[in-house]
């Protein structure tokens, strides 16, 4: 096998979400590899080409670089993608049922404390 055909493709929409996950979230190269199966040189390589020539120039055919998908890395994104939202699905649910017994507690409490109190006499 040469090394051309080992070489994956992607595509410029994958180059673009990685590139923005890496570059919003702070992710390293290394994490990126973990959970995208992007490999760090060419992360290293989209990053340089995102700061100098912005988003567009991952359009731009590289030299060593072409634009087709690896859809294996595209669905571990997707599926990352999913668990994130997930997870933050969850803990927003969990966060507005405890706001929501907080609220009926403190409407509780006010409703006692405007109560006229009676004395035992």
């Given at each position: 096998?040469?090394?051309s055909?080992k070489?994956?493709k992607?595509t410029?929409?994958?180059?673009?979400?990685?590139?923005?996950?890496?570059?919003?979230?702070?992710?390293?190269?290394?994490e990126?590899?973990?959970?995208?199966?992007?490999?760090?040189?060419?992360?290293?390589?989209?990053?340089?080409?995102?700061?100098?020539?912005?988003?567009?120039g991952?359009?731009?055919?590289?030299?060593?670089?072409?634009?087709?998908?690896?859809?294996?890395?595209?669905?571990?994104?997707?599926?990352?993608k999913?668990?994130?939202?997930?997870?933050?699905?969850?803990?927003?649910?969990?966060?507005?049922?405890?706001?929501?017994?907080?609220?009926a507690l403190?409407?509780?409490?006010?409703?006692?404390?405007?109560r006229?109190?009676?004395?035992?006499?």
């Amino acid at each position: 096998m040469t090394k051309s055909e080992k070489r994956e493709k992607y595509t410029f929409d994958f180059k673009k979400q990685m590139v923005l996950e890496h570059s919003e979230h702070g992710y390293s190269y290394g994490e990126m590899l973990e959970m995208f199966g992007v490999p760090t040189t060419t992360m290293a390589r989209w990053a340089k080409i995102y700061e100098k020539e912005g988003i567009t120039g991952l359009q731009k055919k590289h030299k060593g670089n072409s634009n087709g998908s690896r859809p294996v890395a595209q669905k571990k994104f997707k599926a990352k993608k999913d668990e994130t939202i997930q997870n933050e699905l969850e803990r927003l649910r969990a966060e507005n049922a405890y706001l929501k017994k907080l609220n009926a507690l403190v409407q509780e409490r006010e409703l006692r404390e405007k109560r006229p109190r009676q004395s035992g006499n």
